[in-house]
């Protein structure tokens, strides 16, 4: 009698799926990415391009790092104080140094992981942190369309004597803000929103979804009546302005691109900084993508612009982890204590 083949259950084959859709398809996606821009370049010749860089200003970059880090804890400190709690700097930011390092390992998942890792530490609840984390990504995503405002403002006649000489590029993206199927999508994610909350409002996941998003109202409206706006403001110019450097400084480390300005380094840090938005494994591929392509519009070769976007990456990737670690011992020691 041959024996009954065994079901795999509902809930293990979801655990696949998920693990499928956090882990393996942003890993496969940044190596990908990775293994076409090495296509047709010889390893040997872009580490001979990076072992002969000005190691000490790559070191030197790597505090702003840390510096932009740090400010993230202080600012989301301001972020929970009008919510009733008082949370500890220090934790906050040990968090956050934890949670860029998880996120190598799984894309987005240090958001979650610092939020639950304060949740224990400081006995707050986990939806008021999650709350915040959102209002942070908020606040930082106005941040990045802003940059990218100034970055076309510094560079307008630069980008329209690229689009010129680009017809092919600026017909396609003409076209496609001319397409009617772009509104169209647009309308019927609109109605199709207002339907389902408006028609299905008692099922179980529009109602939770409904009650988190007025929580989130909630404090979005206490956060907005607190009385240190001003330092609000500070800390985000703070912890943009130390991200800047953090990329900016390493231009100088290479021959090739310590010459090419601050209108350079800014579009190339816009340009990485909406890569960031791609889910992989911390920013691994679409990052290089960003940094290859600004590079080659002022004029840099695909050989130096994939050495310098290959070594700036790879020990600010480092960094990332060894912060994290850092976090990791300091949050597990605070815990002991």
């Not at 080659?296 to 290959?310: D, K, P, Q, R, W």
Request: glycine share 8%; hydrophobic share 55%.
């Amino acid at each position: 009698m041959e024996d009954p083949i065994e079901e795999v259950p509902a809930s293990k084959k979801k655990s696949v799926l998920n693990t499928l859709i956090k882990v393996v398809l942003p890993l496969a996606l940044g190596i990908f990415i990775i293994v076409y821009l090495f296509r047709d370049i010889n390893f040997k010749d872009v580490w001979h391009i990076i072992k002969d860089a000005n190691w000490g200003i790559l070191l030197f970059s790597l505090l702003f790092g840390l510096l932009g880090h740090t400010l993230r804890g202080y600012r989301w400190e301001l972020f929970i104080t009008p919510l009733g709690y008082t949370p500890k700097i220090a934790n906050l930011s040990y968090a956050i140094y934890g949670g860029y390092a998880v996120n190598f390992a799984l894309p987005r998942a240090g958001e979650i992981w610092k939020c639950g890792i304060i949740a224990k530490e400081e006995r707050i609840p986990f939806s008021k942190l999650f709350g915040t984390m959102i209002l942070d990504r908020i606040f930082d995503s106005l941040t990045v369309i802003f940059i990218c405002m100034i970055a076309f403002l510094f560079n307008m006649q630069f980008f329209i004597s690229q689009l010129e000489q680009n017809q092919d590029t600026f017909d396609i993206v003409i076209g496609i803000l001319k397409s009617p199927l772009l509104y169209i999508l647009i309308a019927a994610a609109i109605i199709t929103t207002y339907i389902i909350f408006k028609f299905f409002k008692e099922n179980f996941i529009v109602r939770k979804v409904k009650g988190f998003i007025k929580e989130i109202i909630k404090d979005a409206k206490a956060i907005w009546n607190m009385k240190t706006k001003g330092k609000l403001a500070l800390y985000t110019i703070g912890i943009w302005v130390s991200y800047f450097l953090y990329f900016y400084t390493t231009f100088f480390a290479f021959d090739f691109t310590k010459d090419l300005g601050f209108t350079a380094g800014l579009i190339a840090f816009a340009l990485t900084s909406l890569s960031m938005g791609v889910p992989s494994n911390g920013g691994l591929g679409p990052w290089q993508v960003a940094v290859i392509a600004a590079l080659s519009l002022y004029g840099v070769n695909g050989l130096e612009a994939t050495a310098f976007a290959t070594g700036v990456f790879g020990i600010q990737s480092l960094w990332v982890i060894l912060l994290g670690l850092f976090g990791f011992a300091m949050l597990a020691l605070n815990k002991k204590k």
